[in-house]
């Protein structure tokens, strides 16, 4: 998908502070990049990050990876995606 893009050349490197930055590669590290390019994310920059991903990976990809990562990525971030890609409600954490 990003065929001209680089890890290093889309996302910040505060997202990757325990990884060698430069090193990573967004096949083989997809379960890494796309739960920390949304970490921080919120209603205001959800657009901006999510089509960042999307330069390297298809909705079905990055919905498989959140629902999947033990990055502590919030049930907001959760339903954000989901809505954007028309799939069912799927939340990291139980709401009681």
Not at 3 to 13: E, G, H, Y
Not at 38 to 65: C, G, W
């Amino acid at each position: 998908m990003g065929l001209l893009a680089t890890i290093p050349s889309v996302f910040p490197k505060h997202l990757f502070w325990d990884q060698d930055y430069s090193q990573l590669d967004a096949e083989r590290d997809r379960d890494i990049i796309i739960p920390r390019a949304l970490f921080f994310t919120d209603n205001r920059s959800f657009s901006d990050d999510i089509a960042k991903l999307e330069k390297f990976y298809r909705p079905q990809q990055i919905v498989q990876e959140l629902r999947n990562t033990k990055e502590l990525i919030s049930n907001e971030v959760c339903a954000m995606v989901a809505e954007r890609y028309s799939v069912p409600l799927f939340r990291r954490f139980s709401t009681k």
